[in-house]
């Protein structure tokens, strides 16, 4: 399987929305992916920059449901994580990516590949309250009514590390 890559806008996303499992508004300032096999839409992912903390953040990884299982979210992700590290993201940095993941297999896949590290591994979701303050102190105010946190689902965290 040939998967091709490409860069691509927001307007993408409303075609993978609805086998993502959370509802949540897209992340501002992030430049969007999709990965294509014979010409057909197979996976979708954003990457946001976390310029403070030196890293790149990848969120809205969805591989459709007919393509799970045959390797090609790991692959895909690899190389648009390898895209970033090599400086071709946003303001050419050449920076690892962080990315979550709730997806057990997925998980185990990072785990055992070279070019990840985990990071960090919680049994549930952080202070909502905490974030919504942060969210809305960081916004001046504008960035109201809005946190993340709260849920009960296992969130292990990795980072991209190749050179």
């Known amino acids: 399987m040939e998967l091709d890559i ?28 999709v990965g294509t096999i014979n010409g057909e839409l197979v996976a979708h992912v954003a990457v946001c920059p976390l310029f403070t903390a030196k890293a790149y953040r990848a969120t809205r990884l969805v591989v459709m449901p ?11 992700l690899n190389e648009v994580c390898k895209y970033h590290r090599q400086g ?15 997806h057990p297999q997925l998980c185990a896949a990072l785990r055992r590949h070279p070019d990840w590290i985990q990071t960090r ?17 960081t916004g001046n105010g504008l960035m109201t009514g809005l946190g993340y946190g709260g849920h009960f689902r296992a969130v292990q965290s990795f980072k991209y590390i190749a050179e």
Do not use: C, I
């Open 88 to 102: 071709h993201g946003r303001k050419h940095k050449k920076f690892g990516t962080f990315f979550h993941t709730t």
């Open 6 to 33: 490409w860069k691509v806008n927001g307007s993408y996303w409303k075609l993978f929305k609805e086998h993502y499992y959370l509802d949540l508004a897209m992340p501002p300032a992030a430049e969007y992916f």
């Open 121 to 137: 591994s919680t049994l549930y979701g952080e202070n909502k309250k905490r974030s919504a303050t942060s969210m809305e102190k």
């Open 66 to 76: 007919e393509w799970q299982g045959a390797g090609v979210g790991v692959k895909f």
